[in-house]
């Protein structure tokens, strides 16, 4: 039943990105980007992604967070749905989904302060709805969470992408941090 429900509210989702303007989309990368990264992200390692088409923008943010001084590892996806992790700044070659990727480093994100991931959907509860892949699901499961010493889990969304709650799984990876254009989220 989850699973049904998840794949309905995504669809939604991504139709409703599809809609958006290229302007709409450019602005709020501007606008995450313009937040308090250096409080958001207190260590040196931060984990990012490079965004797709229809997402929050994230070059601004990965520039503004590399410019703070910060080392910004991303993901790089492997067989078994599994990440790897490359630093940021590099060159960026695609790959067979046409998703931008760095060249392959020996990255613990165990050492990472935080953990920014992509996002469909987020909960005011920590319920996070992505693609459906479940990557990240699979990265963060034998992390610390973020009370326990762990990154903090921050999800980027457009502001009208929160719900209460999302339908959740037990495999599935909860978040400490909503971030949006003009919202910051924390979450209990």
Known sequence: MARHLK???RAQSIAAREARTESEIASAGAAIAAHDWNQLCTGELVTCFVSMATEPPTEQLRNQLRALGKSVALPIMKPGRTLAWGFDGLSLEKNSYGILEPISSDINIDSATAIIIPALRVGLDGSRLGRGAG??????????SYQNGGPRRIALVFDDEIDDSLPCEPHDALIDLIVTPSRIIEIN
């Open 135 to 144: 990557y990240y699901d699979r990265a963060l499961e034998n992390l610390a």
């Open 7 to 9: 794949d309905v509210i």
